[in-house]
């Protein structure tokens, strides 16, 4: 109730609408604190993708260095692990498909950090700045200035250990069966039981590969008594196996947020031997 410029007779209305307005200034300071900058509880396992990059700037970034975005002027806590691999760079052919390369003195990475953020439904939020899957930047690593984007973001407590960064629902232990149909023979002579396989566009870490089975390949010929089966010089089909822990779905089997299904055409990394591969089974054990 006001009476005579007073509410209840005590409190004088000017200063009452000081008072609020200074509660709603601390109200929103501490909403900043503790929603944008210091309420930043959560540790943040990033990683960070750079498909090329020339060796000698590879070869500076090191686990422990700071790692700084140079693009948002924002610090990123330091460098926890460092995955180089060969470059990855595309060319078209004559009939139009894309081909993926490499390039001799270049390198592909991905450099793992630990940072306090906030972790959002949109990737993460760290002093104000957001971050999401797939976001450009140019990123300082100890001497180190790469341009590369954002390839993943996970709290540190529910990253899991056997590399499938699955949430634990439907969980599953599963064995794939990889089909090259046709590699050069010293490539699939190469290709040797307990070799570390990986997903190369994706990085995904399928464990070791058992199983090895190697053929003959064959090609049909117009001959004038019809079509004749010849063997393919100098080629060979190579088949193996990954155990790996995944998540069910419909389709197939999910791998660290790439899909595993029968036919799904695959670039692998087989112990340093590279090959195209066909998903030729998948067993649920």
Do not use: W
């Not at 000698?56 to 140079?70: N, P």
């Not at 599953?172 to 190469?190: G, L, Q």
């Amino acid at each position: 109730m006001i009476k005579d410029g007073k509410i209840f007779g005590k409190i004088n209305v000017i200063d009452f609408l000081v008072i609020l307005l200074v509660i709603a200034i601390i109200a929103a300071g501490i909403k900043f604190i503790f929603f944008n900058n210091g309420g930043e509880s959560d540790t943040l396992i990033m990683k960070f993708r750079i498909e090329e990059v020339d060796n000698f700037v590879a070869e500076k970034v090191k686990i422990g260095d700071s790692l700084y975005d140079d693009t948002g002027d924002n610090d990123l806590g330091i460098v926890t692990d460092i995955e180089t691999d060969d470059s990855i760079s595309y060319s078209v052919s004559e009939d139009g498909l894309y081909n993926m390369t490499s390039r001799e003195g270049y390198k592909s990475m991905i450099i793992t950090g630990e940072v306090k953020g906030r972790k959002t439904k949109l990737g993460a939020e760290i002093k104000g700045t957001k971050y999401g899957v797939g976001h450009s930047m140019v990123l300082r690593a100890g001497d180190a200035k790469l341009y590369l984007r954002v390839y993943d973001i996970e709290l540190k407590d529910e990253k899991k250990e056997d590399g499938g960064d699955n949430d634990g629902k439907n969980t599953v232990k599963a064995v794939i069966t990889f089909f090259c149909p046709e590699e050069y023979d010293f490539v699939a002579e190469s290709v040797k039981d307990g070799a570390d396989a990986y997903d190369t566009l994706k990085r995904t870490n399928l464990g070791k590969i058992y199983g090895i089975k190697t053929d003959k390949v064959t090609e049909q010929a117009a001959t004038d008594s019809g079509v004749a089966e010849y063997e393919k010089d100098g080629y060979l089909s190579v088949e193996f196996k990954c155990e790996v822990v995944a998540e069910k779905t419909e389709r197939g089997i999910e791998i660290g947020g790439k899909n595993f299904y029968i036919g799904a055409e695959k670039a692998l990394n087989v112990g340093g031997t590279k090959v195209e591969a066909v998903v030729k089974d998948i067993e649920i054990k």
